[in-house]
Each structure stands twice: as structure tokens, then as C-alpha cells.
């Protein structure tokens, strides 16, 4: 079992930056491909950013590339998302997940593990 705890959500205007944090108790987080997905008022959950165990390898959607930020640091069990530019369709609940392996790192159907999700509101 993987528990999931975000934090770093907030009110921001447009053009601001926060960073979404997600941790991970437990010695196998790096065993772990990592995720963010969000949720809009309205729409179903979308693909933000995804990150291999080791870092190496990170997958973007087109819709934040050059804005958003996957890293993750094993030895602190956290993995997070820098927002930069943000705009006001970033509103939404931000959700980490985890899963050990996924054959399409985008579907969240792929990932076994949650969190609870952390809610972003940019203002015009």
C-alpha cells in the first residue's frame, strides 16, 4: 500500500507559480513511476506530467509543456510539480499518483495509488 499526501495548492494569480508536493512514506518510493493528473470543474481527470522511478524520464502533456515541471527526490520520498505562468484553466484539483509500471504512462486507469488531491485556483 502507497499513501499519497499533496500539499502546496493555493490562490494565485494569473501569471504566478506555485509548486505541488506529493510524499510518499515507505523505503520503495523509486521502485514507483509517478504522476500528476488534474481534475477541472466539469471535466474528467487529465493527464498533467508523469516521471520515471529514477528521474531519468519525464512525459508532459502539450497543454502545460514549457510551464510545468516534474522532478521528484527519492531520498525524500517526494515527487513535485513547479507550475510557472500559470493561467486561470489551471484551476483545478491536482492529484498525485503511483503506479510500478504502466504500459501508457498518460492513462490514469494505469496507476494503482492516489492521493486526495490538492485544489489550484488562478485568478484573471
Known amino acids: 500500500q502507497v499513501q499519497l499526501v499533496e500539499s502546496g495548492g493555493g490562490l494565485v494569480q494569473a501569471g504566478g507559480s506555485l509548486r505541488l508536493s506529493c510524499a510518499a512514506p515507505?523505503?520503495?518510493?523509486?521502485?514507483?513511476?509517478m504522476g500528476w493528473f488534474r481534475q477541472a470543474p466539469g471535466k474528467e481527470r487529465a493527464f498533467v506530467a508523469a516521471?520515471?522511478?529514477?528521474?531519468?524520464?519525464?512525459y508532459d502533456a502539450d497543454s502545460t509543456k514549457g510551464r510545468f515541471t516534474i522532478s521528484r527526490d527519492n531520498a525524500k520520498n517526494t515527487v513535485y510539480l513547479q507550475m510557472i505562468s500559470l493561467k486561470p484553466e489551471d484551476t483545478a484539483v491536482y492529484y498525485c499518483?503511483?503506479?510500478?509500471?504502466?504500459?501508457?504512462?498518460?492513462?490514469?486507469?494505469?496507476?494503482?495509488?492516489w492521493g486526495q488531491g490538492t485544489q489550484v485556483t488562478v485568478s484573471s
Open positions: 516521471i520515471s522511478g529514477t528521474g531519468s524520464n519525464t
Open positions: 515507505g523505503r520503495t518510493f523509486s521502485n514507483y513511476i
Open positions: 499518483a503511483a503506479a510500478r509500471r504502466v504500459t501508457f504512462i498518460t492513462r490514469e486507469g494505469e496507476y494503482n495509488y
